[in-house]
T-cell receptor, first 117, second 116 residues
Framework: DGGITQSPKYLFRKEGQNVTLSCEQN?????MYWYRQDPGQGLRLIYY???????QKGDIAEGYSVSREKKESFPLTVTSAQKNPTAFYLC????????????????FGQGTRLTVV | AQSVTQLDSHVSVSEGTPVLLRCNYS??????LFWYVQHPNKGLQLLLK??????LVKGINGFEAEFKKSETSFHLTKPSAHMSDAAEYFC??????????????FGTGTRLKVLA
């Protein structure tokens, strides 16, 4: 079955550490996204990528980095510069380039809950 | 810029009674609108979407929503709530940013509680 797989489901980070969250999709989607979810705030866009080897900052990119070396993979690194990283992180993908398909729905992974210890 | 407002952060209904989750949007053009559902510690699942076709949109699990341009609303309804409907619901508008790329603007969510 096609879908998006995020791993790990739970992740614990010590102060000052970088951690990487994995996101893989086998839907053959061009666009991939990372969102952060905090209670009562909905989802906020961190980074997105429309095609391989290209990505753009979202609304809250500070303290995060991404790469898009393969179409199916879009890992997110939470760096030590992110002062409040404890949150639920969601990866999503859409079928085509955003300029063409504004009405296409996003498919979501099951999320990674990151906790600073 | 587009925005979306979910008017209730929490809604409680009794099992078997109707559900109404309210969503208002602002948009400078004809928007695409979505409702997603999220169960605890899970990803989001699409319930339904409006894309300028029929204004009454039917989705999964008996949910439907009506696009009302004059009221800039896209409220989600269900005639009879089931215990399994207890979850968080997000209203989403598709936003065209300055680079010509569509992005999704999420409401802050409505947590639905279903009482036995």
């Amino acid at each position: 079955d096609g879908g998006i797989t995020q791993s790990p489901k739970y992740l614990f980070r010590k102060e000052g550490q970088n951690v990487t969250l994995s996101c893989e999709q086998n839907l053959n989607h061009d666009a991939m996204y990372w969102y952060r979810q905090d209670p009562g705030q909905g989802l906020r866009l961190i980074y997105y990528s429309q095609i391989v080897n290209d990505f753009q900052k979202g609304d809250i990119a500070e303290g995060y980095s991404v790469s898009r070396e393969k179409k199916e993979s879009f890992p997110l690194t939470v760096t030590s510069a992110q002062k409040n990283p404890t949150a639920f992180y969601l990866c999503a993908s859409t079928l085509g380039l955003g300029t063409v398909v504004g009405n296409t729905e996003a498919f979501f992974g099951q999320g990674t809950r990151l906790t600073v210890v | 810029a587009q925005s979306v407002t979910q008017l209730d952060s929490h809604v409680s209904v009794s099992e078997g009674t109707p559900v109404l989750l309210r969503c208002n949007y602002s948009s400078s053009y004809s928007p695409s609108l979505f409702w997603y559902v999220q169960h605890p510690n899970k990803g989001l699942q699409l319930l339904l979407k409006y894309t300028s076709a029929a204004t009454l949109v039917k989705g999964i699990n008996g949910f439907e929503a009506e696009f009302k341009k004059s009221e800039t609303s896209f409220h989600l309804t269900k005639p009879s709530a089931h215990m399994s409907d207890a979850a968080e619901y997000f209203c989403v508008v598709s936003d065209l940013d300055t680079s010509g790329t569509y992005k999704y603007i999420f409401g802050t969510g409505t947590r639905l509680k279903v009482l036995a």
